[in-house]
């Protein structure tokens, strides 16, 4: 898919992106079976900005900083705000300390599915290559570890706006 692009910071968004599917598939699964109880989530919200504005249609994840621990996701929505949900929508977060991603791309962008190896993706014969996924957002902050965005869930507000700078 991206093989013509090559470009570190598309192999790195795309690798992001296939966090999020599959953090987004791991909230949807478990929501559809009946299994062991839950731990309680906490209602958390906020807005998302750049240089002031708002910043709709971004994936905002908060992803655990403790090995096993679930992610919470939510979209934000033309005014930049997002609820996260766990389990079912806009349930919140597990209390914790959390690393925070926010990804948002160019509707339209080319997709992720069908390769785990970017480079060598030849598409179909016939077909033409997708276009190349372009961030909208300075794209340290699609990667929690390299954001430096973080969150602590407990009592209390929570809350948390984001500003991001370019």
Do not use: W
């Amino acid at each position: 898919m991206l093989a013509s692009v090559g470009t570190r910071a598309s192999r790195f968004l795309v690798s992001h992106l296939l966090v999020v599917a599959s953090a987004t598939a791991l909230l949807v699964v478990p929501a559809c079976s009946s299994g062991p109880k839950r731990p309680p989530t906490i209602k958390v919200s906020g807005k998302v900005t750049i240089n002031g504005t708002p910043v709709p249609k971004a994936t905002v994840s908060f992803l655990s900083t403790v090995a096993g621990g679930r992610p919470a996701v939510g979209i934000t929505d033309d005014a930049g705000q997002y609820t996260l949900t766990t389990f079912t929508a806009g349930d919140g977060a597990i209390a914790g300390d959390y690393g925070v991603a926010i990804i948002k791309v160019e509707e339209g962008a080319g997709s992720t599915v069908g390769t785990a190896n970017t480079e060598q993706y030849i598409p179909p014969e016939g077909m033409k290559e997708p276009p190349p996924v372009k961030s909208l957002i300075p794209v340290r902050f699609n990667n929690p570890r390299e954001s430096g965005l973080k969150a602590t869930v407990g009592s209390g507000n929570n809350t948390f706006d984001f500003e991001l700078a370019k």
